[in-house]
């Protein structure tokens, strides 16, 4: 018996793996949460058997593990590895990016209803990535069999993110949508990481500045992996630093103090520029200052062009969150 478990990272796939829960354990890992998404061919041919998908562009382009070698499934697409596999389980943890990839992966099961039918949902409400592997073996997490009613509702969500407005988003607050526990929740924190009212700044934008002003005067002490102190889920470590230059950099800027740009991995490869960068002695600015008491608009003074889920946000098309949505 071939047991699979697909999950959304990495490092969660090698303690799963490590912790001798399944035969194959690949990790999903698109970062759906950041930038344009793929078109649906792109995103099609992700999940598709290899043919000429460019480099990165096919789901099983991370997996080197002997066993999907061994059992010939390193060009399969995700349809064709399940039905090889006597159980498919899907491990997604809590953060907004691992229930992107879920209702995606579901979304795409939706199209092919009677294609899997060996398909169980665990409810993780753990971090997998930060659990050794011999935790993760006496870890139980209740699990049910995916059906209709899931992709149903998975079909619904995904369909409603990649929209070219939050607008269908926002109306899933008025579903039930307690058969995916954890969609609820993703879909609020998504809506708080559009533009406020007052600030046109996104949640973790803002606790940027609130971090800042209150005394945390370097770049990775204002970053997502002190998650205690920054307290908001929706990014990770390369959008972070793209975030804190696009408030340090702007033509008003609400941040001052950065020495080092831009945050790639070429400057991480140089150890003059990363140390450098690691120093920056930050501080707010007076725009920073006045956003910080809701007292000025960021996009009064900057130009915004950014992307959220399918919605491309711009000064003339600048959807905003209060808690409630407010249209252009």
Not at 25 to 53: C, F, H, K, N, Y
Not at 217 to 229: A, C, I, K, N
Not at 235 to 251: C, K, R, S
Not at 315 to 327: F, G, K, M
């Amino acid at each position: 018996m071939t047991r699979l478990i697909l999950t959304a990272h990495s490092s969660s796939a090698g303690g799963l793996k490590g912790a001798g829960l399944a035969d194959i354990v690949i990790p999903v890992e698109p970062r759906l949460v950041w930038g344009p998404l793929p078109s649906d061919a792109e995103l099609t041919a992700m999940l598709a058997a290899r043919t000429t998908q460019k480099p990165r562009g096919h789901w099983l382009d991370y997996v080197s593990q002997p066993i999907v070698k061994k059992i010939g499934a390193d060009d399969l697409g995700l349809i064709e590895l399940c039905r090889r596999c006597e159980t498919v389980e899907l491990w997604m943890e809590t953060e907004p990016n691992d229930q992107l990839v879920l209702i995606w992966l579901l979304d795409h099961l939706h199209a092919h209803p009677k294609a899997v039918t060996n398909l169980v949902l665990r409810y993780v409400d753990a971090s997998l990535r930060e659990a050794a592997p011999e935790q993760l073996a006496k870890w139980k997490f209740a699990g049910v069999e995916i059906t209709h009613d899931h992709l149903e509702i998975a079909h619904l969500a995904w369909q409603a993110y990649r929209a070219s407005t939050p607008q269908s988003w926002f109306n899933l607050l008025t579903r039930d949508l307690s058969i995916l526990p954890q969609l609820r929740r993703c879909v609020v924190e998504m809506l708080e990481e559009l533009p406020g009212r007052a600030t046109g700044l996104g949640a973790s934008e803002m606790r940027i500045l609130e971090l800042i002003s209150a005394g945390y005067g370097h770049p990775f002490d204002v970053f997502p992996h002190y998650r205690q102190r920054f307290q908001r889920r929706v990014f990770g470590y390369w959008e972070a630093g793209t975030l804190l230059e696009g408030l340090a950099l702007a033509p008003v800027p609400a941040i001052s103090g950065l020495a080092e740009w831009p945050f790639r991995i070429e400057m991480h490869e140089l150890r003059e520029r990363y140390e450098r960068y690691k120093a920056s002695s930050l501080s707010l600015t007076a725009l920073g200052k006045a956003i910080l008491i809701q007292a000025e608009d960021f996009s009064r003074h900057n130009p915004i062009d950014r992307w959220w889920g399918g919605t491309r946000l711009t000064n003339d098309h600048l959807w905003r969150w209060d808690p409630v949505l407010i249209a252009p």
